[in-house]
T-cell receptor, first 111, second 110 residues
Framework: NAGVTQTPKFRILKIGQSMTLQCTQDMNHNYMYWYRQDPGMGLKLIYYSVGAGITDKGEVPNGYNVSRSTTEDFPLRLELAAPSQTSVYFC??????????FGAGTRLSVL | GEDVEQSLFLSVREGDSSVINCTYTDSSSTYLYWYKQEPGAGLQLLTYIFSNMDMKQDQRLTVLLNKKDKHLSLRIADTQTGDSAIYFCAESIEDNDMRFGAGTRLTVKP
């Protein structure tokens, strides 16, 4: 049971670099989410998707982009990395029920 | 500030009960959740409660919901060292809008 898989687990970026955080789920869930977790704070929603081809902004979308070309994959793109984007990023998915299932996270440092 | 508030730290002795408290602000929340996060891992759902319920029990876990005071608590009976983790309270405001507290770090001393 793979569930929600995120890659990479860790990454260090230089200011201005770009990268894509990968998220894939094998549960055939329509709903997928990206959150960031800053130290001492709760998770904040960046973007979400209710199905392939449909995405929408969450609470903190600035500096990020997403796409959802398949049900399984929901990559998060950082175009011009900034120190403020240093965080732990979590991907989650759910079916029609109320419970979100989380990946193990990607720890990103921007220096 | 956070929409969902929790105390940041709790320390208990092994075998004691732990009670983690949470207050939330949106009275229209439909579901309230408790997630557990161990070091370096993602969030693991412990339990959740529908907003029309007062209590839910699941083995060593008891969730109490006071809608009037917008207060949610998680009681862990017979706390073990393996229960040491960060516990997040969360509320579901709309289908795709979940708000999380900052987490309570539970330390269980032998």
């Amino acid at each position: 049971n793979a569930g929600v898989t995120q890659t990479p687990k860790f990454r260090i970026l230089k200011i201005g670099q770009s990268m894509t955080l990968q998220c894939t789920q094998d549960m055939n869930h329509n709903y997928m989410y990206w959150y960031r977790q800053d130290p001492g704070m709760g998770l904040k929603l960046i973007y979400y998707s209710v199905g392939a081809g449909i995405t929408d902004k969450g609470e903190v979308p600035n500096g990020y982009n997403v796409s959802r070309s398949t049900t399984e994959d929901f990559p998060l793109r950082l175009e011009l990395a900034a120190p403020s984007q240093t965080s732990v990023y979590f991907c989650a998915s759910r079916d029609r029920g109320p419970v979100q299932y989380f990946g193990a996270g990607t720890r990103l440092s921007v220096l | 500030g956070e929409d969902v508030e929790q105390s940041l730290f709790l320390s208990v002795r092994e075998g004691d009960s732990s009670v983690i408290n949470c207050t939330y602000t949106d009275s229209s929340s439909t579901y309230l959740y408790w997630y557990k996060q161990e070091p370096g891992a993602g969030l693991q759902l412990l339990t959740y409660i529908f907003s029309n319920m007062d209590m839910k029990q699941d083995q060593r876990l008891t969730v109490l919901l006071n809608k009037k005071d917008k207060h949610l608590s998680l009681r862990i009976a017979d706390t073990q060292t393996g229960d040491s983790a960060i516990y997040f309270c969360a509320e579901s405001i709309e289908d795709n809008d979940m708000r999380f507290g900052a987490g309570t770090r539970l330390t269980v001393k032998p």
